[in-house]
């Protein structure tokens, strides 16, 4: 992982971990809503995008699939690691 700015509130670095250590490794990371649960669960002035930026580097890191849950979107658009390594 690349290392953070002084920008990053380190109380959302430790949320995420402890939300993506807490996942089963076969469940998807729902990328966006992950985002918005933290963003209201931890007092930070980072936008949500800069938190689901940090949720998929993290999930990266843990090899895990993730779930880009847009609002607006209706079909799902889970990506395997794998399969993203394969293309």
Excluded: G
């Amino acid at each position: 992982m690349r290392e953070l700015p002084k920008s990053i509130d380190a109380d959302v670095v430790i949320e995420i971990s402890r939300l993506l250590d807490d996942r089963a490794k076969s469940a998807p990371v729902p990328v966006h809503k992950l985002a918005s649960m933290i963003s209201h669960s931890v007092k930070t002035d980072l936008p949500t995008t800069s938190i689901e930026e940090l949720i998929v580097e993290m999930a990266m890191t843990r090899q895990l699939p993730m779930l880009f849950d847009l609002p607006e979107a209706d079909a799902d658009n889970v990506i395997s690691i794998a399969l993203a390594r394969a293309s």
